[in-house]
């Protein structure tokens, strides 16, 4: 199934917030919220301008009219519309930038910064880990809701050892073993700081296994000039139902957006693909990696890929491309 992306129809998205009248006009769409408590009109309005620019890059403009000032000042406090010539505008680039809509810790204060060292290298003491549920997103092009929640051993670790022994994963991570070493591996894992283990579910399926690194912690860091809240990830899809460009198109985006909303002083993201996987290399740079350079690991020969903050957002690549 080819990806084709689409701006949802106005009436799809009434439906998410009836008490906002959605009109199409020259300049594009202008919301009219109803009169209502300012906290809950914020949240209609973020809702229905969340679900127009969901999966289109150029979505048009949209102008929000509202003549109650505590509203106007709630929207452009939480950065859901700017001020632009006497207008409200919605500006996509902020709006998805605010962890209320898509992070479970809705409400947590950026974690202070105090400089420790492990083994040799200075980096900020990391938060604890989060628990459950820490990210959900509707995608409109695969009508499901992703999850990324909090791996749990006891709960997963069946999930992991059976990935893990795939050959189609084991080709990749090389980490095929017994339930026991497997065990061992997720309790070293969860008693690392620098690492957050995720499971990604669609509509409650589980799909996937993903690793999430603070990159000046990481046996990457010493490969470039990371910065101190630079992160990067590993990967591995376990069942194939969730394998293929749509579900692709569903997932690398919506964990990019996870870590750049999971603390706002991350303004770059990297990877290390091997150098001769042909495949995540497109898929990375159709999800707006750069190449930075190839560098050589111990176990391998890896190209440094590195995403921009400033790039995701401004591009507004939490969309897919359009296709024919």
Known sequence: MNVVAKTPSLAQAHSLAPDVRIERSEAG???????????????????????????DR?????????????GRARLIAEAIVVPDAGRLVVRPELLW?????????????????LPVVTAGRRHPLRPSKPRGVVYARSIPWVNQTLRFRALEVNRDLALFHRWMNDPRVDAVWEEAGTLEAHRASLEERAADPHLLTLIGEFDGAPFGYFELYWAKENRLGPFYDADDHDRGWH????????????????WLPSLMHYMFLDDPRTRRIVGEPRATHAQQIRNLDKAGFAKVKHFDFPHKRALLVMLLRERFFGDRLWAPEKTA
């Open 29 to 55: 769409v202008v919301l009219a919220p109803e009169p209502a408590e300012p906290g809950q009109l914020a949240k209609a309005v973020a809702a229905v301008a969340e679900a127009l620019t969901a999966e």
């Open 97 to 113: 930038q605010r962890p209320s809509t898509w992070l479970a810790e809705r409400d947590r204060p950026v974690y202070p910064e």
């Open 235 to 250: 990967v591995l899809i376990g069942e194939d139902a969730f394998r293929g460009k749509d579900f692709i198109t569903a």
């Open 58 to 70: 150029e979505a048009p403009t949209i102008e929000v009219v509202c003549a109650d000032e505590a």
